[in-house]
């Protein structure tokens, strides 16, 4: 198991840049899958994107391709979610999560029921 602690969150203006950070508490960060979610009011939680336990491919949804990239340390435990272009559909709560897929090189899941720790999400908000 693995805790992890979001922060970055806040409000800002569309076409701004905030940056996302996720800090690991544990001993094998380096060895987890770890994904970006969101959750807007009234709506489900849904998919940003992810990266490998290496760091050395990532995926996103259609809505934030070219406008946000995920990056890790594993060195530091952290992950951070470095947003661009912000809307105001991006506001939404986000949740970064932990999966382990030891041996699973290249593996990114893209479902919640595919990451099994989660952290307490920040909220980002867009104003327009």
């Known amino acids: 198991q693995v805790q992890l602690i979001e922060s970055g969150g806040g409000l800002v203006q569309a076409g701004g840049s905030l940056r996302l950070s996720c800090a690991a508490l544990?001993?094998?960060?380096?060895?987890?899958?770890m994904g970006w979610f969101r959750q807007a009011p009234g709506k489900e939680r849904e998919f940003v994107g992810g990266?490998?336990?290496?760091?050395?491919?990532?995926y996103y949804a259609d809505s934030v391709k070219g406008r946000f990239t995920i990056s890790r340390d594993n060195a530091k435990k952290t992950l951070y979610l470095q947003m661009n272009s912000l809307k105001p559909e991006d506001t939404a709560v986000y949740y970064c999560?932990?999966?382990?897929?030891?041996?699973?090189?290249?593996?990114?899941?893209?479902?919640?029921?595919?990451?099994?720790?989660w952290g307490q999400g920040t909220q980002v908000t867009v104003s327009s």
């Open positions: 990266i490998n336990w290496s760091g050395d491919k990532t």
């Open positions: 999560a932990a999966g382990d897929y030891s041996g699973r090189y290249y593996y990114i899941g893209v479902r919640g029921d595919e990451y099994d720790n």
């Open positions: 544990g001993r094998t960060f380096s060895s987890y899958v």
